[in-house]
């Protein structure tokens, strides 16, 4: 049974965000943050969506589905046939079809007057194997300031119960968003703050947690 659901998350990062923005050239500052309109740092819908994906498929493979092999992001090696889709791709889309849910993107919770301007950092390319500095690989990189450090965003869409709890569970399993990982940036904790399931045509918050209890049913 699928119900319309609304599902409220709040970011919390441990470090400097660092999300690579789309199609952004700026000289000398390779990797960019992704703004919104009013030039505020944001966590963008597609890394949201991308790490709360991966780790639901992990989920369910660790439950023991094997997902027909589905293996994302390549187009060609994901579900290719709608009427079969695996159940990852149903509820997150594939090339084929569209998802049952949607992300948004994970925006600052701050007084719109804060300053959040981005300071411009120096990196420097190490040659891990070598142990040393490799040559010309100076460059410089956009990082959003450590405060603020809490974000807020939505899931919602359609989903069977046992879908959102999975959800849940993969939530809780991020640990950062964007790149850079290795220089310890967008180190993240990401946690559920209100549920709202519409069941015989009414909303009703449900409590997160309970949610979680019905997941572990399952695994049973
Ligand atoms: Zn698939």
């Known amino acids: 049974m699928l119900y319309p659901f609304e599902l409220e998350v ?3 990062l441990q470090s400097d965000l660092h999300v690579a923005g789309v199609g952004r050239t700026v000289a ?3 990797r960019c943050i992704e703004r919104d309109a009013r030039g505020r740092a944001l966590i963008p ?3 949201f969506k991308g790490r709360t994906r991966a780790h639901y498929e ?3 493979r660790a439950l023991g589905d094997d997902l027909n092999d589905c293996k994302p992001p390549n187009p060609a090696t994901m579900c290719n046939d709608p009427a079969n889709l695996c159940r990852v791709c149903q ?3 594939s090339p084929m079809q569209q998802g049952r849910i949607e992300f ?9 007057d804060t300053n959040t301007e981005p300071t411009t950092r120096i990196g420097v390319g ?4 070598l142990n040393t500095v490799a040559e010309g690989r100076l460059f410089f990189y956009e990082a959003a300031p450590a405060q603020p450090n809490r974000f807020r965003g939505q899931i919602r869409g359609w989903a069977t119960e ?3 709890a999975l959800l849940l569970g993969a939530l809780k399993l991020i640990t950062h968003f964007g790149g850079q990982k290795a220089r310890g940036l967008g180190r993240a904790q990401v946690k559920p703050t209100a549920l709202y399931i519409r069941k015989n045509g009414a909303w009703a918050a449900v409590d997160p947690a309970q949610m979680l209890t019905h997941l572990q049913e399952v695994r049973r």
């Open 10 to 12: 709040e970011a919390t």
């Open 104 to 112: 948004t993107d994970l925006v600052p919770d701050t007084p719109p």
């Open 28 to 30: 000398l500052i390779d």
């Open 162 to 164: 046992t879908e959102i």
């Open 126 to 129: 190490i040659n891990r194997k």
């Open 45 to 47: 819908a597609t890394s």
């Open 58 to 60: 992990r989920l369910l």
């Open 91 to 93: 509820l997150f889309g």
